[in-house]
């Protein structure tokens, strides 16, 4: 190695720069964009003391640059040794080159303009690379621009010192003003609303695109999203709206920006390159008149059975019961016996070919502490993965047949219900009738038989588990063009076998509300196509909360990452509530699933970070959710699963497992 590299050599792609200093000028001729943010990749070679500025138009990535254009490796050469070429530049402690990227930024809460030096996420880089790598940068870049190290990952904010100046992800995050969730483009009619009671006082229609700070929860299926505070990916309304395949995006500012254009019709584009939304006026589409385009759509709902009327502990269910009692109770089945027996399929998301290389199972035993890629040793280890740390509360399944014998035994709600299903026909307002329906399921007595068969469920599987949640399980959610992501109501924190017949009776009428009927009914699914059934569950207790899905809802490209929310548990235990309402914004944490490591995104409400021991149970979590996605995959082992977990301390315990669905 040679002694501190310099700026004073660069490599034939880079302009000659005036005074051997980086200006904005050279940079902005070097730069792509990504999220609004001009950047340039960076190599530094330690042993010659040389600094490559990686021209932006080549599209090339760090490794590509260092083994073609430096090593004068050939592209397959590269390919055959992809891995150990990956370890000998983001790992070892001998490196010889230094990988990053410089990011510039405008944010007037920062003194203006600044660029930041960041790593790849994956490196291990230590403070005394770390420490080199910033120096020399930022000898190369005009002084009158700050520099600010950006830590990659958890591991290098813990190496950093203070004579470095940085600034953490999240504070980026938290601070920028403009995120795109959904990236999309659209048109409809403007509503800038700058509270519930205005969302409340008119209706909102199909062609609507929504401007407020906060979504509420209950909002019908619309054009386009526009949040004027920042908010979690993984609210229930930004994961209906991408199940929907609706733009939708964070933009600070926008009440007051978008005020002029209130009531008018719009195109909204949501595009990830961009530094801002793109909002402009246009006249009224024909097509409008047509009716919503997802209306010529009908979901698949199959066909339910009402003919089992019996109530079953959820060890003894499987993904096929669905069809009896509900996705969300048959994943919940199918979740306790993968954790019990294992899975043949578990493997799968890292035994599937990533070109150039045949697959990931090198990765897996890594994080699995086994040498080799014998598939029966990692399954096998898995296994133990999960049986030292993960449980499923216990609890019992009611079939749609007890909902439907309910229904059946109650003249007045036989006759509510035609009402509502000939209202739904003739196009007439439902309101009141899902009020009266509604309200009708929750305080008609149930039969004696049935009250008695529940009861003894109840008693019988459930004494001593302390409180109980009741959740509720339908056939019309979690389906293929359809999530239902918070449409239907479970009732925590259940004490006594009376309450529970009560919350029962709440989670049936949460089928029939009227959000729910008119959803669905856009969806093609009819009132007599759709049934309830309930989980009734031991409510375990949990330090932390919230909810993963197994993909990077900001970055689909992005297949490592795993993306966390998470909250710390307040006393009433609603951590998890919180996130998925949006009423608590959560901090935000992504975890690759390949190379390893770990980033926080956000903090949102939370002062400070969560520990370290919780990071790595959080980072086992992660990889836990990775071999749930390939079980549960439907021919596709990449295709993202939506978990409700708590953790508290190493434990981690599993509430809900079902499809995260993006729209195509």
């Keep these: 190695m040679s002694t501190a590299p310099t700026h004073q050599k660069l490599t034939a792609v880079v302009p000659s720069l005036p005074g051997d200093r980086l200006t904005l000028v050279d940079f902005s001729g070097l730069a792509t964009t990504v999220a609004g943010y001009p950047y340039v990749k960076l190599v530094l070679d330690q042993e010659t003391a040389t600094v490559h500025l990686i021209d932006g138009a080549e599209r090339m990535l760090h490794v590509q640059y260092v083994g073609e254009r430096i090593l004068g490796m050939t592209r397959a050469e590269l390919a055959r040794n992809l891995d150990a070429f990956n370890d000998s530049v983001y790992r070892a402690d001998d490196r010889r080159f230094l990988l990053g990227t410089l990011a510039l930024h405008d944010r007037p809460e920062y003194g203006g303009l600044f660029f930041s030096l960041e790593t790849v996420e994956v490196d291990t880089m230590g403070a005394d690379l770390l420490r080199s790598f910033y120096r020399t940068v930022r000898t190369l870049v005009d002084d009158a621009v700050p520099v600010l190290l950006k830590p990659a990952n958890h591991l290098q904010e813990s190496f950093l010192v203070d004579d470095i100046p940085r600034i953490l992800a999240h504070e980026l995050y938290s601070t920028a003003s403009y995120v795109p969730l959904n990236p999309g483009t659209t048109t409809g009619r403007l509503r800038v609303l700058t509270s519930e009671d205005a969302y409340r006082a008119e209706p909102v229609r199909w062609h609507d695109i929504l401007v407020m700070e906060r979504m509420p929860d209950d909002i019908p299926r619309v054009s386009g999203l526009i949040n004027a505070r920042h908010t979690t990916p993984l609210s229930h309304t930004n994961v209906l709206a991408a199940g929907w395949g609706i733009p939708n995006a964070i933009q600070l500012g926008a009440l007051t920006d978008l005020a002029d254009l209130d009531g008018r019709w719009v195109e909204l584009v949501v595009d990830p390159a961009a530094a801002e939304l793109a909002v402009h006026p246009i006249d009224r589409p024909e097509s409008v008149d047509a009716g919503p385009p997802w209306a010529v759509t009908q979901v698949d709902i199959g066909k339910p059975d009402l003919a089992a009327a019996q109530i079953l502990p959820l060890e003894q269910l499987r993904s096929t019961d669905a069809h009896r009692f509900g996705t969300k109770a048959a994943n919940l089945g199918e979740l306790t016996a993968v954790l019990r027996d294992g899975s043949p399929d578990w493997l799968g998301f890292y035994e599937a070919p990533r070109p150039p290389r045949p697959h990931l199972l090198e990765y897996l035993a890594r994080h699995l502490g086994v040498t080799g890629t014998d598939t029966a040793e990692l399954s096998q280890a898995a296994s133990r993965l999960v049986k030292e740390h993960v449980v499923v509360p216990r609890g019992i399944a009611l079939p749609f047949a007890l909902q439907q014998q309910f229904l059946e035994s109650s003249p007045a709600v036989q006759q509510t219900i035609g009402k509502l299903k000939m209202a739904l026909a003739l ?21 004696a038989e049935l009250r008695t068969l529940i009861e003894d469920a109840v008693l ?44 029962i009776q709440r989670v049936w009428a949460s089928l029939v509300t009227t959000r729910g009927v008119l959803l669905r009914d856009e969806a093609g699914i009819g009132l007599d196509d759709c049934f309830m059934g309930v989980v009734i569950q031991q409510q375990l207790d949990g330090q932390l909360g919230g909810v993963m899905v197994t993909a990077n809802p900001l970055d689909r490209r992005d297949f490592r990452s795993v993306l966390l929310n998470l909250v710390r548990n307040s006393a009433d235990d609603s951590s998890v509530d919180d996130v998925v309402s949006g009423t608590r914004d959560p901090l935000q944490h992504l975890y690759n699933t390949m190379e390893g490591g770990s980033r926080t995104v956000a903090l949102g409400a939370e002062a ?36 409700e977990w708590l953790v508290d301390g190493d434990r981690i315990v599993l509430l809900q497992c079902r499809p995260y669905q993006l729209a195509a």
């Excluded at 196009?427 to 039969?447: H, M």
């Excluded at 239907?488 to 004490?495: A, I, Q």
């Excluded at 836990?624 to 978990?643: E, K, M, N, W």
């Design 460 to 503: 019988r599987h459930l004494t001593g588990a302390g409180r109980v949640v009741v959740r509720s399980s339908s056939n019309a959610e979690d389906l293929i063009g359809f999530s239902a992501a918070g449409i239907y109501e479970s009732v925590p924190s259940v004490e006594s076998v009376e309450d529970v017949v009560e919350a």
């Design 608 to 643: 400070t970070d969560v520990d370290d021991a919780a990071k790595v149970t959080l980072g086992r979590l992660a990889l836990i959710g990775r071999l749930l996605q390939a079980h549960f995959a439907d021919g596709d082992v990449d295709a993202p699963v939506d978990v």
């Design 427 to 447: 196009g007439g307002e439902i309101d009141e009738l899902c009020a009266e329906l509604g309200g009708l399921i929750r305080s008609t007595p149930l039969p």
